[in-house]
């Protein structure tokens, strides 16, 4: 098949030992990000198969009506950028593994290193000692503070084993049924949403971002939080209400924030407010870029294509695709 793959930006995946499985494929690497509709459907014009990296690109219909050897799309976990019912109308199969019971343990290791960085002030310590000026300030210890995790899911609860780890109290707050099956499985739920932020040093949210979880975090929640306290975000930018982070920074509560995720992405603007906001530690979407987790995200991928190559696909999402085509 004529595979390509879309903004793969440091040409990663031909390195790695699972790009072995599109041996047999015609594979074209795009590393840059391109959002213009046109541009795109020049470029794959030929395209059987398009792997995406997660949500980097959008699949619109509009895209979707100018690419008419286009059969699979092939990419693993939650699908909010492409638009399911326009592959469906066109004939494209969408192929995504939802990796159930396996969590990106590469995000919970950066969501700890973000918490660590902020409560022991590390850039601003590294930025003093190149400067000459030694020690700039007094860090936080982690031990018996309270840990506030919004979402009851995978990566949460790889984050709660790091907590335990420091011995840290953590409490929860999520969903009705997240929070039923928390209380299920012995953990500390809040006594109210209101007390979950008022009362945690750190708040660290953990949620898939679908049209019920937009904005689901609001100003009035981070206004809640104390002038000290940490809020931290690693999930998707789109889950925290337009704006309200920026807002509730500047009017002090909370007084610090570590992020790895923006409403735009690439983000490529030096003088974003938020993230040269001198409370806030930012990084660029890197929770799941590591060597191991594209080796294990790519070859579920790769699997997908040659599965589908071989007629027998696997991971669909809007199966009725291939249901219509064998008839």
């Known amino acids: 098949m004529k595979v390509h793959i879309l903004d793969d930006w440091f ?11 599109l041996a047999t494929h015609e594979v074209t690497v795009w590393t840059d990000h391109v959002e213009d509709p046109a541009l795109l459907a020049d470029r794959f014009a030929e395209a059987e198969a398009l792997v995406l990296f997660r949500e980097r690109t959008r699949i619109s219909a509009g895209l979707l009506e100018q690419l008419p050897t286009l059969e699979l799309i092939s990419q693993r976990s939650v699908y909010p950028h492409i638009d399911i019912d326009a592959c469906t109308q066109n004939n494209v199969l969408v192929c995504s593994n939802m990796h159930a019971g396996t969590p990106s343990y590469a995000a919970a290791e950066l969501t700890w290193a973000l918490i660590l960085t902020a409560m022991r002030q590390i850039p601003q310590q590294v930025a003093s000692l190149k400067a000459g000026t030694w020690q700039s300030g007094v860090g936080k210890t982690l031990r018996s503070r309270r840990l506030g995790l919004y979402g009851y899911g995978r990566i949460a609860k790889a984050v709660a084993d790091y907590a335990d780890a420091f011995d840290m109290e953590t409490v929860w707050w999520a969903s009705n049924e997240g929070r039923a099956r928390a209380k299920d499985e012995g953990r500390t739920v809040a006594e109210s949403r209101e007390s979950f932020f008022a009362e945690s040093d750190i708040v660290s949210i953990h949620v898939r971002l679908k049209p019920s979880t937009q904005g689901i975090i609001t100003k009035a929640d981070l206004s809640a939080m104390r002038p000290d306290a940490l809020f931290v975000n690693t999930s998707r930018a789109g889950l925290v209400e337009p704006g309200a982070l920026l807002a509730a920074l500047n009017d002090g509560r909370p007084g610090l924030a570590a992020i790895d995720v923006f409403d735009t992405e690439p983000l490529t ?6 993230a040269t906001h001198p409370c806030v530690i930012a990084t660029p979407h890197i929770g799941y870029v590591t060597e191991d987790e594209f080796n294990l995200q790519f070859a579920d991928v790769f699997d ?8 027998a696909p696997i991971h669909m999402i809007n199966p009725e695709v291939w249901a219509a085509r064998a008839r």
């Open 269 to 274: 603007d030096p003088s974003d407010p938020l």
């Open 304 to 311: 997908q294509i040659n599965a589908y190559a071989t007629g």
């Open 11 to 21: 040409d990663t995946l031909r390195h790695l030992q699972c790009f072995e499985k």
